[in-house]
């Protein structure tokens, strides 16, 4: 009887969370940030058969920097849409880093062929979706008039934002450098359709 009751309550704990509602961190919405976590999870376990002597050096450094590319998405999440671009290209510069590092390690023989193969897949892929988020932020800015001129963002009228003063209600959407901190998050986009190359 105890053990039909324990069943039962197991099956009430994953029907609550089945119906778990939306999550309240908006980059936990990108399949590009759990798609990062899938490869340091995995990186952890490879790494693991690294011999000793190499995993006080390389695998520490491999592994942080595969765990950059999930922090950077995270906080840049959280900015607005120019910051969150910023962010977003660390993450592009730390799979780099994993790039360099899954040959590094190839070439030491310390890591397999199949391991190999499978990093540089899974990096690439990291690559295309981060660059086609970071496609669709730029779309985004370039809709609502916004470009980059090297000395801040401006209209396309030509006026700078900080002194058009007398838009009062464009003031009100933007701060100072012109960023709106209050539009939503873009959807993350296709892949093949948005696909940025590196910078």
Not at 91 to 107: D, E, N
Not at 126 to 146: C, D, F, Y
């Amino acid at each position: 009887m105890m053990y039909n009751e324990n069943k039962n309550e197991d099956k009430t704990g994953q029907t609550e969370k089945q119906e778990r509602p939306g999550t309240f961190f908006r980059f936990e919405d990108l399949r590009v940030y759990h798609k990062s976590l899938d490869y340091v999870t995995w990186l952890q376990d490879v790494t693991m058969l690294f011999p000793d002597s190499d995993k006080s050096q390389l695998a520490i450094r491999f592994n942080e920097s595969a765990r950059n590319i999930a922090l950077y998405i995270a906080e840049g999440s959280a900015r607005n849409k120019t910051q969150f671009i910023y962010y977003l290209r660390m993450a592009k510069s730390a799979i780099r880093q994993c790039m360099v590092y899954t040959t590094l390690s190839y070439g030491l023989n310390i890591m397999s062929e199949s391991h190999e193969d499978e990093s540089r897949t899974q990096l690439m892929e990291m690559t295309k979706m981060v660059g086609a988020l970071i496609s669709s932020l730029q779309r985004s800015l370039n809709s609502h008039g916004n470009y980059n001129n090297g000395n801040g963002y401006h209209n396309h009228n030509g006026n700078s934002n900080s002194s058009n003063s007398s838009n009062s209600s464009s003031s009100s959407n933007s701060n100072s450098n012109g960023h709106y901190n209050n539009d939503p998050m873009p959807r993350d986009p296709n892949i093949s359709s948005d696909y940025l190359p590196e910078d």
